[in-house]
């Protein structure tokens, strides 16, 4: 049993071998015994139709129960255990036609019982059509012993010739509810250019609610385009104990999540997203098409049980164990964009040293340093010594070194090594012809399309040469990464349909629109998942930042390739502190990098919010911090040491609680970090512009409620005390600051028994 590689994935193989595993039909007889009661349980017309083998999977707060029927397998039913069941009454809808030689044949799909498995961890229903000849694997898998389960659908070729495929859901459901039952929507924007005003919206899910939520690499790039969201989603009962399901997507293309309610049925899907269509790909002999994996959840608790759940699970089942075995990570950085382009070697060494001095742990090359777009190179006027001897002083003065890379954009440079739009070979990289009179700006150019073969080896030896010969720790990619749309009908992707297609110029680059859209962006994604994943594998201790005009490409399947986001191209606090209330929702708060940039701080109250706004998850300073007063200055290094020393832990491994409304920038909001093992945790309060409000209470979470806690303001802006829990999680703790756009640390600790 394989499964590509394009996912990152190892992963899949690590099931281990599903040929040693059992059939659940002969499963022990206790896992028939629960399996019968749980059938007793059904509806009745569920029961009547299963009939053909099922198997039940579970983690310790997700079930799922699938069958596989003679020409479909269906999803029968999900739930957090202990809570009521989501039963599904929809059986999985397969591609009911292929297209040969320009024409339309049907499939019918017939289940292989001796191909199918299932043992608990896993179930692998497998479906044959003779002719064509294809081959179905609908898989489920229990990656962990918590959180979510993981779900992809594999289609095989095994005609001898090409063919093409039409839309194919990651998953689909039609849950059978109470048509008086009260549920509430959730789901998260992407802190993308700038976090909007509303970012996490709680929406009552009524009679009649039609929602569709949009993921891509480009989104809010047109300001007649919807916000996009993290492509991820949890309903919610309001009764009993606030539980429900959530269900996300491990991939970075073109996806989309749809809701309907309907009187007794809530139904969506998950997946690539269909439109503009027609959508359909091409698969050579031998060839699969994988949906991306999407997995589902079930939850209790509310948003913030569901993402301490979620987050942990990210970390263990996507993330990558080297980097989170580094003690340091997330780690604190200076960024070299405090002084923008302008960035030479003199400046750079100077920056090295500040760094240094203020117990920093890497120093971030941004944009600037190169001779040009397309062209990665170190600017001999400003660099005469290379970059390598930078990477040196860094690491020399205990840095890590990071670069800024535009990797997949071609700009117009001669040099050679570059990548130049005009050259014979690349110009069919391009999404379009362009134009004669295009120029790139300063640091973006045109991308090629990653998913022509010829323009994957460029870009994988390129950032090889580029990691090694500049010594890098750490790798940032931007700029529009994945192709938007492609004009070009010699590409392996779907061409574009030629009456209904719309080429039009955006920050300085071509962009196509056409039915070919999400086909484009399915190869373009696979093809930078398929060099991450070398790359991680030549260079094991390397980390990835994944910046794509800022927070654009916040989703599960980068979680997967990368280890930390910019969550957002805006870096005053407020929209630091949105971005970051809405991600870490679903993402670990160690992945989320807000950087920091220069804002007016006449007090150094104002100066310590501005760096706390940016201090929850990855900090990432972008000042010139000889501009800092020597005061500042003091006051950077006391916070970047208490970050190391006593934040970075509970950032890292402790439950995050949303303890207050989503920042405004005039009231007071806040973010709780609760470790429950050494019963300790922090609570980061921020105070906006309101007037009068010079106190406020934030309800803690997560608490004994038996227990005595000694509260500590940092700050000193409290006396310490001690309190308990029921006033804590009750009444509330009392925080006062007298200052506007201040803030404050209060560590809270259990007093011993
Ligand atoms: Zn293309």
């Known amino acids: 049993m394989e499964f590509s590689e394009h996912y990152g994935l190892a992963r899949w193989s690590m099931l281990g071998d599903f040929d040693q595993t059992v059939r659940s039909m002969t499963h022990e007889t206790w896992q028939w015994m629960r399996f019968l009661v749980l059938l007793a349980t059904l509806p009745a017309s569920v029961w009547a139709q299963t009939t053909g083998l099922t198997a039940r999977l579970q983690t310790a707060d997700t079930e799922i129960v699938v069958e596989a029927g003679e020409s479909t397998p269906r999803f029968l039913s999900l739930d957090a255990p202990g809570q009521p069941k989501w039963e599904n009454s929809a059986s999985e809808a397969l591609p009911e036609f292929v297209e040969i030689t320009g024409k339309k044949m049907p499939v019918h799909w017939q289940l292989d019982r001796n191909a199918s498995r299932s043992d608990g961890k896993s179930a692998s229903f497998v479906y044959e059509s003779s002719i064509p ?6 898989l489920w898998r229990v990656p962990a012993a918590y959180g979510p389960i993981e779900h992809q659908i594999r289609i095989e070729n095994l005609e001898s010739q090409e063919l093409w495929i039409p839309m194919q859901d990651s998953f689909a459901f039609n849950w059978q509810i109470d048509p008086q039952s009260r549920l ?19 929406v009552p899910l009524m009679e009649g609610y039609r929602w569709t939520g949009t993921s891509s690499t480009y989104g809010d790039l047109r300001d007649d385009e919807p916000r996009e969201i993290i492509p991820w989603s949890l309903v919610q009962r309001q009764y009993p104990e606030e539980s429900g399901w959530y269900a996300g997507i491990e991939f970075s293309g073109r996806t989309r999540i749809s809701l309907e309610r309907e009187k007794d049925s809530l139904h969506g899907s998950l997946g690539l997203n269909p439109d503009p269509g027609p959508f359909r790909t091409r698969l050579a002999h031998g060839e699969s098409f994988e949906t991306p994996v999407v997995f589902l959840g079930g939850f209790r608790d509310g948003p913030d049980g569901a993402g301490n759940v979620l987050r942990r699970w990210v970390r263990a089942v996507l993330g990558n164990p080297g980097t989170w075995s580094n003690p340091n990570y997330p780690l604190t950085v200076n960024n070299s964009w405090g002084g923008g382009m302008a960035v030479n070697e003199e400046v750079t060494l100077r920056m090295i040293r500040e760094a240094a001095d203020l117990g920093l742990e890497m120093f971030h090359m941004d944009a600037g340093w190169f001779r040009g777009v397309g062209d990665w190179y170190p600017n001999p006027k400003k660099f005469p010594h290379g970059l390598a001897r930078i990477a040196d002083d860094a690491h020399k003065h205990g840095l890590e070194f990071g670069l800024w890379v535009d990797w997949t954009q071609a700009g117009l440079s001669t040099e050679s090594g570059a990548l130049n739009a005009r050259d014979p070979t690349v110009r069919d990289w391009t999404v379009t012809d362009l134009p004669e009179d295009w ?12 998913g022509v073969p010829e323009a994957k080896r460029w870009a994988q030896k390129e950032v090889e040469r580029i990691v090694t010969d500049y010594r890098l720790d750490m790798l940032e990619h931007d700029g529009y990464l994945v192709a938007h749309g492609c004009d070009r009908a010699d590409h392996p992707h779907a061409a574009p349909d030629p009456l209904n297609k719309c080429v039009y110029k955006s920050w300085g680059a071509y962009w196509v629109d056409s039915s070919n859209s999400t086909d484009v962006s399915y190869h373009a994604v696979r093809a930078y998942y398929d060099i991450y994943s ?11 930042e994944i910046c794509n005009d800022g927070g654009r490409m916040v989703d599960f399947g980068s979680a997967a390739h990368g280890d930390y986001f910019s969550i957002t191209d805006t870096y005053d606090p407020l929209s630091n502190r949105r971005a970051f209330y809405d991600t870490s929702h679903v993402l670990p708060s160690a992945m989320l990098e807000t950087y920091v940039e220069k804002w007016p701080t006449p007090s150094i109250e104002n100066f310590r919010y501005m760096l706390r706004s940016g201090m929850m998850g990855w900090l990432t300073i972008m000042i010139d911090t000889s501009a800092w007063t020597p005061e500042q200055h003091a006051e950077a290094k006391r916070e970047i040491d208490l970050y190391k020393k006593d934040l970075r832990l509970l950032i890292r491994d402790a439950s995050l609680y949303h ?11 806040g973010i709780q970090y609760w470790d429950p093992e050494r019963q300790r945790g922090v609570v980061y309060a921020f105070r906006g512009t309101i007037e009068r409000e010079n106190s406020h209470h934030f309800v803690l979470k997560g608490l004994q409620a038996s227990r005595r806690y000694l509260v500590k303001f940092y700050d000193r802006s409290s006396a310490d005390r001690k309190v308990t829990a029921r006033e804590l999680m009750g009444k509330g703790l009392k925080v006062t600051l007298p200052v506007q756009n201040s803030s404050e640390l209060i560590f809270i600790e259990a007093e011993a028994k």
């Open 534 to 544: 070398k790359l991680r594998r030549d260079h094991p201790g390397l980390l990835f």
């Open 659 to 669: 303890v207050s409304a989503r920042p405004d920038g005039v009231h007071w909001d």
């Open 439 to 450: 120029q790139p700006e300063p640091f973006k150019g045109q991308t090629i399309d990653l």
């Open 184 to 202: 509430n929507h959730l789901y998260i924007e992407k802190g993308a250019n700038t976090p909007s005003p509303a970012g996490t919206h709680h």
């Open 133 to 138: 000849h294809l081959r179905l694997t609908w």
